[in-house]
């Protein structure tokens, strides 16, 4: 810390620095709690060298204290400058992973019986979670070898246009494999957007709710 031009202890601590914005402890900790710990390791640094000072009055010139000084609040300095940063962004990371992962295991194909399963839609339905959930209904709808499968929108409170159409796509989609699809829990709100886009609901069919979808079609659960 107190060499001149020490390029090398500069490159490792940028390192030590990126390793602790990354870890999990840090990144579960409020910025402001880990700021202020670094104050408090200044001040230890700063508390030592005053206390060697002290006991080497006669040997250490005031100029010395000064520039000792000055290179610890400098290292502290960029490590309170370039953590925050660094934090921030593996933060945005891990968040954005974790999003991945969810939006990766909301679209579960439930098998009902033999040969039928059921999709629950739940929730904000981006064009981005759609494109995802559609691609792994579609997987599943082939691995179970599925014949039917009844798309639950009843949790869905808004579909834009772009997500409708991809609603259709992977009707189309499930056709082509050949799994039958039928629809239930369509609001007021999804079926004003299909009207729009000039979806019609021909050769689909469509539930007030999935319980009578299942009913309609004999299909109890236990």
């Known amino acids: 810390m107190f060499q001149k031009d020490n390029h090398e202890f500069t490159a490792g601590f940028r390192d030590w620095i990126e390793t602790i914005a990354k870890d999990e402890a840090h ?130 409170p808004l579909i834009d246009t772009m997500v409708a159409q991809q609603v259709f796509q992977l009707i189309k989609g499930l056709e082509i494999i050949g799994v039958h699809v039928a629809l239930s829990g369509i609001s007021p709100v999804i079926a004003q957007t299909a009207v729009q886009l000039g979806i019609k609901f021909v050769d689909i069919e469509v539930y007030s709710t999935i319980a009578q979808a299942l009913k309609q079609n004999r299909i109890h659960l236990v």
């Open 27 to 156: 990144l579960d900790t409020p910025i402001v709690d880990v700021i202020e710990e670094f104050f408090r390791a200044q001040q230890q640094y700063l508390d030592e060298i005053g206390a060697y000072v002290l006991s080497r009055k006669e040997q250490i010139s005031h100029e010395k204290l000064v520039e000792w000084t000055k290179a610890v609040v400098q290292i502290i300095s960029k490590v309170i400058v370039e953590f925050p940063d660094k934090n921030s962004k593996a933060a945005e990371k891990r968040m954005n992973s974790q999003q991945q992962m969810i939006v990766e295991m909301s679209a579960p194909v439930i098998l009902l019986a033999e040969k039928i399963g059921m999709l629950p839609l739940i929730g904000e339905i981006t064009p981005h979670r759609a494109e995802i959930m559609f691609e792994k209904a579609l997987a599943q709808s082939s691995k179970h070898d599925l014949k039917k499968l009844f798309i639950d929108l009843s949790g869905v």
